[in-house]
């Protein structure tokens, strides 16, 4: 919504907005502001404008403001300005609000898997400015309304590799068992065991009804489909390979860890 998609006349709501989460966090009744943005526009003034409503005031605003946003490897970022624009916005935003949080999710495709195999500093540029998350990539109940079983899921996650662009799943598992390894010696326990559990913050979609407000939950929306081994259908998204739970892969490395240590 920070690139100018409210309408003039909801202006004055869209503000107030703010003015209440301002109120809340002043009188401690919530901890942060979670916003987020894609951070892919020309001109970030309604974001430097919502974000000035905390700092004008006289409390504390420093790091209770977070900005979550996202980084693809391949997808948004196929066109190498989208990327530019992104990164500048990113390094522009510290600069005019240092103590801002940013807060910057990937996800584990077969690409990004590629990239941190060759090269385990490769998001090193995005962690000078932002803090990191990783994610496999995964078909939420979203995507698959009227799925009743693993069968459909998985038809749908292969249904969708002709939609996304290549290497977007995990196409090889034994690349991906390799990948463990590079990752947890570059980001350590924390960030792998971020990958099966919540990691420390994610976004969420807010779906605002008439009567009530429900608070979609994008990452647990598979929840009445499991495998035989108790975990998420989501667990399936080896391209090669039905067979294999990657929660279950997680766990046996974390667990391997564990017994060499
Ligand atoms: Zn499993």
């Keep these: ?10 202006n004055k709501e869209w503000f107030a907005l703010f003015d209440l989460l301002n109120t809340l966090l002043e009188e ?20 430097y404008q919502c974000l000035s409503c905390f700092f004008e005031k006289n409390y504390n605003a420093n790091q209770c403001i977070r900005i979550c946003t996202s980084y693809d490897t391949i997808g948004r970022f196929r066109n ?3 990327e530019e624009l992104w990164l500048n916005n990113i390094k522009n935003l510290k600069e005019d609000f240092p103590f801002v949080e940013v807060h910057t999710q990937t996800i584990l495709t077969q690409d990004t898997i590629e990239k941190l ?5 490769y998001f090193d540029f995005i962690t000078e400015y932002s ?3 990783f994610r496999y990539p995964s078909i939420s109940r ?4 009227t799925a009743t079983g693993i069968k459909d899921y998985r038809a ?7 939609q996304f662009p290549k290497k977007f799943f995990i196409e090889d598992r034994s690349l991906f068992l390799k990948f463990l390894k590079v990752f947890y010696k570059k980001y350590g326990l924390q960030k792998v065991q971020n990958l099966i559990h919540q990691p420390e913050m994610r976004s969420r979609n807010l779906t605002i009804y008439v009567e009530d407000i429900n608070i979609e939950d994008r990452w647990n929306d598979t929840r009445d489909v499991y495998l035989d081994c108790g975990h998420l259908v989501d667990g399936l998204c080896y ?4 067979r294999h739970c990657i929660y279950c892969d997680i766990e046996k490395f974390i667990k391997n860890l564990e017994n060499i240590e």
């Design 1 to 10: 919504m920070f690139d100018g998609q409210v309408p003039q006349e909801l």
């Design 28 to 47: 401690n009744k919530i901890k942060e502001v979670w916003l987020a943005t894609a951070l892919l526009y020309n001109n970030p003034i309604d974001l």
């Design 80 to 82: 190498s300005q989208k």
């Design 117 to 121: 195999i060759e090269n385990p500093n």
């Design 131 to 133: 803090t990191i998350d």
């Design 142 to 145: 979203k995507d698959c309304p």
């Design 156 to 162: 749908m996650m292969l249904k969708r590799l002709d």
């Design 239 to 242: 391209v090669n390979d039905d």
